[in-house]
């Protein structure tokens, strides 16, 4: 039994009219780039859908198992090769569905027969493979309309084609159909589900990080390097700009009084991921921040922490329970590696009493007595900038579109 190709059946983008082709396109690139290391791939978008082909059965199965994570696709069928002999049609037969839960289930045989040389006849063939199926399957019964399995097959001149596993996908839009927004990425367990929810809604991500040597370390770093490896590996890559940030949060403890630092921090934050926002061509700020967590979580915090910005913050978890946050951590992979125990910045300098409603015009006073317009242009322009996934062969250049 040889897998050929991959039916992949699109998601959402099917309702989107005039943006369908874009979204196709942009579908196609997300898969080249995901299996970017597997040279054996062919990749073929069709306006209904696409088909993935290749010789080589390991890596055919690698698409199978890494397909379920790229947005913008709603379910796929691996397709099952047979010669043209319906001895072996029926045997493929046998073992494709010998493959699937079959307890309960209601089944079909349909056929199309596109190679009219071919010596059966259509009813012929369904009566063949369908008697053959039920013989050795007793537990499932035929159902014409809506069978929860149908065996698809397909005959051609050069092959038989079958089907019947659907494998669901993770749906969604194709990342980077939304363009483009900066996640502001912690070491926390909130900011990567942020992440990937935006994702998910077809947004491509770039990152950003701050990091206050020598009173966060390396092993912090490497947390959020794994996070982003992770974020990576949604059908888009992503650049992480990693912010040196002590000079600033210095800067900030000296100035305002202990109880409102955290505000200001924030304040800090965003005004240079505004910067790199710019510089980037993203369009909305993206965080991870949940009402009611944390003091700087109230409703009168995030106005103080907005202030100082125009572009529009995105927060995809304002509303989700902490306890949904974390089932979706361990979903895709985060959990284990955002619970290792190394700080990020804004822990170590939490004071022990945060203001939970800081004021807006008592934050601005005390910021007031300094410019820090300096030292955020300097906090950006020393960034260190590292591509995600970091190391794979044939990698693609993949060109900034948006
Ligand atoms: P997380 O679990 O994402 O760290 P949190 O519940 O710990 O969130 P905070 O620490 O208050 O909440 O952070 C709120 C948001 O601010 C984070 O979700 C993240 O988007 C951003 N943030 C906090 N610290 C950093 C950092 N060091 N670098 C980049 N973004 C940060
Ligand atoms: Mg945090």
Known sequence: MKTSQILVRYGELSTKGKNRSSFIGRLRDNVRQTFSDLSSIRIKAERDRMFITSDNEEEIQQVIDRLPAVFGIQSFSPVIEAELDLEAMKQTAFKVVDKLEREGKTFKVSVKRPYKEFPHEKMEIMHEIGSHVLRNFPELTVQMQHPDIELKVEIREEAVYMMAEVIAGAGGLPVGAGGKGL??????????????????????????????????????KEKVFDLAEKLSQ??????????????????????????????????????????????????????????GQVASQTLESLNAINAVTHTPVLRPLIAVDKLDIIETAQKIGTYDISIRPFEDCCTIFTPANPKTKPKLEKVEYYENFVSFDELIQEAVDQREIVKFPRVKENEMVYEDLL
């Open 183 to 220: 996640l502001m990425l912690s070491g926390g367990l909130d900011s990567p589900v942020a992440g990937y929810h935006m994702l998910k809604r077809g947004v491509r991500l770039e990152l950003i990080h701050f990091f206050s040597p020598p009173f966060t370390n390396d092993r912090a």
């Open 234 to 291: 949604f059908g888009s890559s992503v650049n992480l700009h990693i912010i040196p940030f002590t000079k600033l949060q210095q800067e900030v403890h000296k100035q305002v009084p202990d109880n409102i630092t955290m505000t200001s921090t924030r304040r800090m934050m965003m005004r240079v991921a505004d910067k790199v926002l710019e510089e980037t061509n993203c369009k909305a700020i993206i965080t991870g921040e949940s009402l």
